[in-house]
């Protein structure tokens, strides 16, 4: 593979491990920090709503994990680290548009163009990183191109289930 497309997946690589263990380790203080929704009840009477709980950090641990181990996977071996980089960019995508609409925590119009704006770059990330000649060169499969994608659904759901924990 040419040496800068090394050097920037090397980059990219360790600025996603760097940015996954500082989010992780601020989610792990603020699990540890934090009452569950039990002491709340028992403290407040079901008077406070909008508040943290410990609930609340499970699917942000998982994501930033995911985060986390898809750099570290870099090193360790680039098919592996490209399927985790798929995994990891569904499961980006599937929380902006779990969060822009369902949530609707924006108008639905900027909502609507956030989400389309994001599954346009998550369209072209896709095209760049399917393309034959780099699939070509990375050594990867049909087989393991397919088994990574059905990961990112799982990484989805698995997300989606914490959602509601």
Request: charged content about 10%; proline content about 2%; some cysteine.
């Amino acid at each position: 593979m040419n040496k800068r497309i090394i050097n920037l997946l090397r980059i990219i690589a360790l600025t996603s491990l760097l940015f996954g263990l500082i989010l992780f380790s601020k989610e792990i203080i603020d699990y540890i920090h934090l009452p569950t929704t039990q002491d709340i009840d028992n403290q407040f009477g079901g008077l406070v709503d909008l508040f943290k709980y410990k609930e609340s950090c499970y699917k942000n641990l998982f994501l930033y994990s995911l985060i986390a181990i898809t750099g570290l996977s870099f090193w360790i071996n680039r098919k592996l680290y490209w399927g985790l980089t798929q995994v990891l960019l569904i499961t980006l995508l599937f929380v902006v548009i779990i969060n822009l609409w369902f949530t609707s925590l924006l108008p639905i119009g900027t909502g609507v163009f956030l989400g389309i704006l994001s599954l346009i770059i998550f369209i072209y990330l896709e095209i760049k990183m399917c393309s034959p000649s780099f699939l070509h060169t990375m050594g990867i499969s049909k087989m393991v191109k397919w088994l990574f994608f059905v990961g990112g659904g799982l990484s989805c759901a698995i997300w989606f289930l914490l959602w509601y924990v």
